[in-house]
């Protein structure tokens, strides 16, 4: 598949009010909170994965690009979970590039360049999908560090929505600082306005292996400033349940 610069071919969709307001919630700056949609393809057994895989990186990321997305990256998961999934993840810099992704995907140059992928057949049972909103105390998604091989993905899930706001505060006012302090290294921070556990927060880390990641960890559970943080009553109740995913590059 070439790659091609893709002209915009529609009028802005009113899709985007299917997830938010972007009038309410874009801010028109440089520095304004980033969107992420998070994406999970369950692979279909035996099917043609290198169809899939083809399609992420020839035709969904350079078409993503050229709609304003800043990063797009591809992960599998590690080691050999049934069944297989395969994870993508794309920033854009406001509301606005994201609906004009979602609007465009109708024009003829779109469709022309996925004409391989969609003559593959089936690749995938189904994509999970989730979109996110940059936290303000980290704005902007970071490139990995060097030699990154192990990218961990970590949602807490709040037992409602104020809890997730408070636990947001305690990340925004404290804990993303600390975490330069120990060598955790974000990617990037969201809250999850549209998805399968709403309410929740998102987060990615990444290191060069695990022994790098399990130092981490352990530094941030022994340092004195978690110690003070962990017992303070606002940041109490915040969490019902985490979820984590170690992934890897593809």
């Known amino acids: ?7 915009a071919a529609a009028a802005a969709s ?18 304004a909170p ?41 992960f599998s998961e590690v080691g050999s979970p049934e069944p297989s999934k395969l994870w993508t993840l794309a920033s854009f810099p406001n509301f606005s590039s994201y609906e004009k ?21 089936i690749t995938f049972t189904r994509i999970s999908s989730s979109l996110l909103y940059a936290f303000q105390g980290f704005k902007q998604m970071k490139t990995p560090i060097e030699d990154a091989s192990i990218f961990e993905l970590r949602i807490y899930e ?3 929505e104020d ?10 006012d404290e804990e993303i600082e600390l975490f ?10 969201g809250n999850m306005i549209v998805g399968p556990y709403v309410p929740s927060l998102v987060y990615m880390l990444n290191y060069r292996d695990m022994a790098h990641r399990n130092q981490g960890w352990e530094n941030f559970l022994k340092h004195p400033d978690w ?6 009553e606002e940041y109490a109740n915040t969490v019902s349940n985490i979820r984590r995913v170690f992934l890897e590059q593809t």
């Open 227 to 232: 110690e003070v943080m962990k017992v303070k």
């Open 14 to 31: 009113s899709l985007i009010g299917s997830y938010a307001s972007a009038q309410s919630l874009e801010i028109i700056s440089k520095d």
């Open 101 to 121: 992704a979602l609007s465009n995907r109708s024009g003829q140059g779109f469709i022309e360049q996925s004409a391989d992928y969609t003559k593959s057949g």
């Open 34 to 74: 980033e969107i992420y949609e998070l994406r999970t393809y369950e692979l279909a057994w035996g099917k043609n994965k290198a169809a899939l895989m083809s399609y992420l990186k020839d035709v969904e990321e350079p078409y993503l690009k050229s709609m304003g997305a800043i990063h797009f990256m591809t």
């Open 163 to 172: 809890a997730v706001r408070r636990k947001i505060k305690m990340f925004n």
């Open 158 to 160: 709040g037992v409602n």
């Open 180 to 189: 330069s302090k120990v060598d955790l290294n974000p990617i990037f921070f």
């Open 1 to 7: 598949m070439k790659r091609r610069k893709f002209v």
